[in-house]
């Protein structure tokens, strides 16, 4: 009970005047048209009335920390249901940690995704199963679009959501574009631009486009001196042999690596 009274009381002097300035924050980011996470129901339920007064009291990062553990342990346990509703509230409770995104994506997109589908204990039709795994899918697909709503600046979230449409929903369109758009943010890794370039040599109708791409990938790490890896040499001899490119002007089939 003491306890109790002592927890309210710190809620009292230190969370009431945070409350003010946080909201007078998120009024001035919702003016200038940020995304702004929206508390519920949802969230109160996971984290419980305690929880709820102390996030509104400026403790949102104690409790997101406190909710991701909860998640995890729903892992642990196979729960991917529960586990979504709480990745959910510590995306809510911190929507600028990138990390917390990334990982919320992969728990569904993966791992929840990869166990559905191997589980024939959990569902003995292959088609069912197939069907839960597009849906964990598309729920990590969806925390990653949600995550660069709120982080519109991450190279790193657009290159996770490339990552996913290339190699877990065999999509090279779109895979190409966001990690065309991760190499236009600042922080974003070297190689992404490549990555771009090899997904879009594999969308028809996209081959010059992936050929000019690779040639400038190639052109700066010649100027860098940096090595060509094979995969860009293949890919551009490829490129090169489907867009009957002059022999003289061809670098792919003819550029050693270093």
Not at 23 to 40: K, S
Not at 127 to 132: E, I, K
Not at 211 to 219: F, G, I, S
């Amino acid at each position: 009970m003491k306890l109790r009274v002592c927890f309210a009381v710190l809620l009292l002097a230190f969370g009431v005047p945070k409350v003010f300035l946080e909201q007078r924050l998120l009024e001035t980011q919702r003016l200038h048209g940020f995304q702004v996470a929206q508390w519920n129901k949802g969230l109160r339920g996971q984290i419980g009335q305690m929880g709820f007064v102390a996030a509104l009291s400026g403790f949102r990062a104690i409790m997101a920390d406190v909710v991701w553990l909860k998640a995890y342990s729903a892992f642990e346990r196979s729960e991917w249901g529960r586990m979504k509703l709480l990745l959910d509230s510590a995306t809510q409770l911190q929507p600028k940690a990138i990390l917390f995104w990334e990982m919320a994506h992969f728990h569904m997109a993966y791992d929840a995704a990869m166990s559905v589908r191997l589980n024939e204990d959990l569902q003995p039709s292959d088609a069912l199963r197939r069907r839960a795994e597009r849906q964990y899918l598309q729920i990590g697909e969806q925390f990653l679009l949600d995550g660069i709503a709120f982080n519109p600046d991450s190279a790193r979230l657009r290159e996770r959501l490339g990552t996913l449409y290339a190699n877990r929903f065999h999509d090279p369109s779109r895979a190409a574009d966001a990690f065309l758009e991760s190499s236009r943010k600042v922080g974003a890794m070297d190689y992404v631009r490549g990555f771009a370039g090899y997904q879009m040599a594999k969308v028809p109708g996209r081959e010059r486009e992936a050929y000019q791409l690779l040639r400038e990938v190639h052109a700066n790490k010649a100027a860098r001196g940096l090595q060509f890896p094979p995969t860009l040499l293949h890919v551009l001899a490829d490129l090169e042999n489907k867009l009957e490119v002059p022999k003289a002007d061809r670098i792919g089939s003819s550029a050693p690596a270093q």
